[in-house]
């Protein structure tokens, strides 16, 4: 029972998707986009700071001088 | 202060964010307006069943799926700047940030992901009535979205219900409900949402009288008119109500960025609202003596009215928030800007201090200083700037940009209830020379919905978070050049991907509406 609904489901994506005319458009759009967002700006424009300062007690120490520093 | 960033990776760094932010807002306003405007369509054809309304919603919820489409995920690029070009402000504001944006991307994201499916792959497949409501769930999936995205960026402007945490050097949410429900959330949401409406039912009524100007299918432009000018003019009406609460907050929460949208250098008892004006481009400083205005023309004590609901109410202008020494709503006297920087001062010392005592072990000494940090807390991020004059946004650019919110959200209610009037009393359709103004009235939905952002945003400066943390404070200290360099590769990504979306929509319009033969029929008598 449960793997009809399933299977449904999945039927119902399926034909969504092979009836697209428009949407295959719009999906190759999509695609697009995402890879350039997360693939060529987070690898290589993106600079994980507060990543490089460790576990929480390092970010927490990290910004403490940054906000400290930048008074003086 | 600030002396170690410069000016310019300040500069360029919120020009990149202001581009990322504007991009975004052309795609998610029309979202939340064609949801209201499709969605209502279906509905008359749940209710009749008549078919000339499904395809009048099939083709508008076509247009929807382009915008979404294009649209979707360009919000994420913001976030990733969060992180990246902001670190100190987003390890700074803690989970107060993250668990709106955390409910939004688990919540909405999936209510929108999985309804929007069975809005576009369901007809004639689900039920009339599921499909509908999967139609109202994906619009209301989408402005659940805009309430948590709204909720992160109201508690910027108004911070409540939190502590900050020394030790964590976080901000914690001890009031849920506060951050989610603060009086500048609700009215900021409202506000918002409405626009959005707003635009939506201008762009509806502009392709519809585009089709009206090439005479074709007329009977679908018509239908479309007469739900669209509705939303649109009950939402107008709507915006201008939420606006002046909007006015009436901004003026408790923020007083400066009122000061500076009114170019008020000098405030008092019943102040006049400058409904025209010019500025003048040799005032240069709030003290430099000279006349704010070339010339203008005030609604005589209407800003008192609408800042504190009295004629003869007190409104404090840029000079006396600086000076300080008036008497604030709750009785107390203003501090001036010169004391608040010194608090600041005060509290970042404490700060420094409390962290170096808990570290050597000196936990009586660190209570101590701990208990000063949190008195002069309030006034944190006024220890970052050098001078009072610092604390003054922008005047111009809010100046102007309010006017011409305001003036085209009166227009927008005169537009709509023209509208409205011929197409249920006249044949709009013999109406040409109103087929150009609603197609010229598209790009000034869009221009009316980036300008309210201007002044919500550009009128905060110099804050990330109002009082506790200026921009010079909350920026990472990345290479200008690499800031630089990505603005122009979003400049570029996005307008790609905005000429996509205009080239793919009015392919789309084109093409028109499915045809029914007794639609072509009518259009052929019309």
Known sequence: MRNNVLVRIYRFYLDGFRSMTLGRTLWVLILVKLFVMFVILKLFFFPDFLGRAGDDAGKADYVANELVERME | MVENISGSLIDWSRAQFALTAAYHWLFVPLTLGLAVVMGLMETVYYKTGDEKWKRTARFWMKLFGINFAVGVATGLILEFQFGTNWSNYSWFVGDIFGAP???????????????????????????????????????????????????????????????????????????????????????????????????????????????????????????????????????????????????????????????????????????????????????????????????????????????????????????????????????????????????????????????????????????????????????????????????????????????????LGGYFIAFFAVVLFLAFKRDISRFRWLHVVALVTIPLGYIATQTGWIVAEVGRQPWTIQDLLPVGAAVSGLEVGSVRTTFFIFAILFTVLLIAEIGIMLREIRRGPEQAASDVSNDKKA
């Open chain 2, 101 to 407: 944006l955390a409910i939004e991307g688990i919540v909405a994201f999936f209510m929108e992901a999985t309804f929007i499916a069975v809005m576009f792959f369901g007809w004639n497949k689900v039920s009339r009535g599921f499909h509908l409501a999967s139609t109202w769930l994906t619009g209301l999936g989408a402005t659940i979205s805009a309430w948590w995205i709204l909720v992160a960026n109201s508690w910027m402007q108004d911070p409540v219900g939190m502590v900050f945490n020394p030790d964590t050097m976080r901000n914690e949410m001890v009031d849920f409900w506060a951050v989610a429900t603060s009086d500048t959330a609700v009215v900021k949401f409202l506000h918002t949402v409405l626009s959005g409406w707003v635009l939506g039912a201008v762009f509806v009524v502009g392709v519809s009288c585009w089709f009206l100007w090439k005479r074709r299918d007329k009977a679908f432009a018509v239908r479309s008119i007469k739900v669209a000018a509705s939303v649109g003019l009950v939402a107008a009406l709507l915006l201008a109500w939420t606006g002046d609460s909007s006015a009436y907050n901004v003026a408790k929460t923020q007083p400066m960025k009122l000061a500076a949208i009114e170019g008020l250098y000098e405030g008092g008892n019943g102040i006049g609202l400058v409904g025209v004006g010019v500025l003048n481009p040799s005032k240069e400083r709030w003290d430099d003596g000279e006349d704010a205005f070339l010339m203008k023309m005030e609604i005589p004590r209407m800003l008192s009215l609408l800042a504190t609901r009295d004629m003869d109410g007190y409104v404090p202008g840029i000079g006396d928030i600086i000076r300080g020494g008036y008497q604030l709503p709750d009785g107390t006297t203003a501090l001036s800007a010169q004391e608040k920087i010194e608090r600041g001062r005060s509290a970042i010392a404490s700060l420094a201090d409390y962290r170096r005592l808990r570290a050597e072990g000196d936990t009586a000494a660190a209570s101590a200083a701990r208990a000063e940090l949190m008195e002069d807390m309030p006034y944190f991020g006024y220890g970052y700037l050098s001078a009072p004059g610092e604390t003054v946004p922008p005047v111009g650019i809010n100046f102007y940009s309010f006017r011409v919110m305001v003036i």
